[in-house]
């Protein structure tokens, strides 16, 4: 038996004892060491989430043991340090064969919850192909990064900043933070915009050369794009990357870029919100926009290259650590503003 954590109304975790689960053909359990926090989990805890009906199991960013292993499973033995992202894309639909497995006729309704618990069981198709050996050089907690670095790679392939360029990235979370640590490792320049005096403070510390405390919104849309602009010689920025998700951000993302730039719509938005859209900016000043969803098995595989080639220090963004029990406490600490993301090791 084991001890999992379950949302079973907003803002109320239960800790049930279940049975340990017992891996089909091709699945492999997970002992889980380290499970982090991530903005989707918080939305979930604070107000439910359409595609989690409670009672539910939570939690997907996570790093293990290998506690038992399925028929076929040939690559993993029961002990063996791993990291895992909680989805894979099933190679067979349009967009598989496409090469957009990030966008998989069913790679969210296959995706696996649950890591805030003793052990978690990964699907098949993520032993196959999103299941890697954790070294013991990456601790646990950083190799529970995987899927959130995952998204950021994604992002950043499309984006595809240029050595030197200057990129603006709108909102100081966890993803927002992750952009600087990646964009840093590749020779990109880096500005912040965003809320929290502690995170531009991280932000400037990871290698942004420049942090400031703007709350969006269309009346301080001016005051950022003139904030920008002294940094740019007037231009405006080479790279922008939106991680708030929110319309304001949308709106500041377009207005902050050069022209000739790229804006990365990373931050998903409120369904069926819409974005006025100034076309001559998009058309005679040709704005590129891309949109990253999700990642596909390549963005998982250059994920693991770097936090285990040791590429990238993400430890920085752990804001603490706790003990499962301590959950609801976590997230109430989060909702508060404290911290980017917490370790929770049960
Ligand atoms: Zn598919
Ligand atoms: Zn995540």
Redesign the pocket.
């Known amino acids: 038996m084991i001890q999992a954590a379950f949302l079973v109304a907003p803002r109320r975790v239960e800790f049930r004892t279940v049975p340990s689960p017992i891996p089909g053909p091709g699945e492999v359990a997970v002992r889980v060491r380290a499970a ?1 926090t ?4 918080l939305k979930a805890f604070r107000r439910g989430h359409p595609k989690m009906p409670m009672p539910t199991r939570f939690g ?2 996570f790093s293990g043991d290998v506690a038992a292993v399925g028929p076929g499973v040939a690559n993993f033995v029961v002990g063996d340090a791993i990291m895992a992202v909680h989805s894979a894309p099933c190679g067979r639909c349009h967009w598989c064969r496409a090469e957009q497995e990030n966008l998989c006729a069913t790679i969210m309704e296959t995706k696996i919850l649950g890591a805030y618990a003793e052990q978690i069981l990964l699907s098949r198709p993520i032993v196959e192909r999103n299941t890697f050996s954790k070294p013991a050089s990456l601790s646990y907690e950083a190799a529970a990064f995987l ?2 670095l995952a ?1 950021v790679v994604h992002g950043v392939s499309l984006l595809a900043p240029r050595e030197g360029d200057l990129a603006v990235v709108i909102g100081a979370g966890g993803f927002g933070l992750l952009h600087v640590i990646l964009l840093r490792a590749l020779g990109v320049r880096v500005a912040v915009i965003g809320r929290g005096a502690a995170r531009l403070e991280m932000a400037r510390a990871l290698g942004a050369e420049w942090g400031r405390e703007v709350t969006l919104d269309r009346r301080t849309l001016s005051e950022a794009r003139a904030l920008v602009e002294e940094i740019t010689d007037g231009r405006g920025a080479d790279r922008v990357i939106e991680c708030t998700g929110q319309v304001d951000g949308w709106l500041a993302g377009l207005a902050l870029v050069r022209r000739g730039g790229t804006v990365s719509l990373f931050g998903g938005p409120p369904p069926r919100s819409t974005v006025p859209i100034d076309t001559s900016r998009l058309h005679y000043d040709q704005i590129s926009v891309v949109s990253p969803f999700h990642f596909r098995p390549r963005d998982v595989r250059r994920a693991y290259e770097l936090l285990a080639g040791g590429g990238v220090d993400v430890t920085p963004l752990i804001s603490g650590r706790s003990e499962l029990h301590e959950l609801a406490r976590v997230f109430e600490r989060l909702e508060h503003g404290e911290g980017v993301k917490f370790a929770v090791l049960p």
């Open positions: 982090l991530d903005g989707t989990d997907h960013e899927e959130p998204c």
